[in-house]
């Protein structure tokens, strides 16, 4: 069986792209291989996580490449040299324009620290969600994994998993648990299902 090869998108620590290859290392990722991760950010943890896994990586943000454009069309060109056929941004920073996105229709996987369509959109990411979640006072958040489309954190909702917000939480406590809880559960079962998906349309199922 010829797997759907994945390239994971990060910006910091990489700790779902670890969940990603901690999943694949335990056989969760039947489907998928995970070939490629691209980095935002030169000083990325998630680039050691990657060289510790043998996966080739690369950097690659809009500032290095001189724009928005620059940066997409050397994406582009990375992801048809490594054959990818899924994308999954694990923590990745950099908006991805609506020419981009529409090129790989039901292809983009994102993991959202919350329950869409609460809390997000722009501006919403990392520790801010949680201080969004706190302030609210909500009782229960989540993770949402999502497919990527021209509209931020609008695509059509693939999984989720809801956690209890505890009296005592602090915006890192509860970062903490929703990662531990949710995104690191969702996001491998999510990268599996469409590697699946891929797998059979491909005829190699």
Do not use: Q, V
């Given at each position: 069986m010829k797997k759907a090869k994945i390239a994971v998108l990060v910006s910091g620590g990489g700790t779902n792209l670890q969940a990603l290859l901690d999943a694949q290392a335990a056989g969760l990722l039947p489907h998928g291989q995970?070939?490629?991760v691209v980095s935002s950010n030169a000083g990325a943890y998630a680039l050691t996580r990657a060289a510790n896994a043998n996966i080739p990586a690369k950097t690659l943000s809009p500032k290095l490449?001189?724009?928005q454009e620059a940066f997409e069309e050397a994406l582009s060109c990375l992801l048809a040299e490594h054959e990818i056929d899924l994308i999954v941004l694990a923590g990745f920073l950099t908006i991805l324009s609506a020419n981009f996105?529409?090129?790989w229709p039901s292809r983009i996987l994102n993991v959202h620290p919350s329950l869409i369509?609460?809390?997000c959109g722009a501006g919403m990411y990392g520790l801010k969600v949680h201080k969004a979640?706190?302030?609210a006072g909500v009782k229960v958040t989540g993770a949402t994994v999502h497919f990527v489309n021209e509209v931020l954190d609008g695509g059509r909702i693939l999984l989720q998993k809801a956690v209890d917000v505890?009296?005592?939480?602090?915006?890192?406590?509860l970062q903490r648990r929703v990662m531990e809880q949710a995104e690191w559960q969702l996001l491998p079962r999510a990268a599996e299902m469409v590697s699946e998906q891929i797998v059979k349309e491909n005829g190699n199922a």
């Open positions: 995970i070939a490629l490449c001189g724009g996105t529409s090129r369509p609460s809390f979640a706190l302030s505890l009296p005592d939480d602090t915006p890192e406590t």
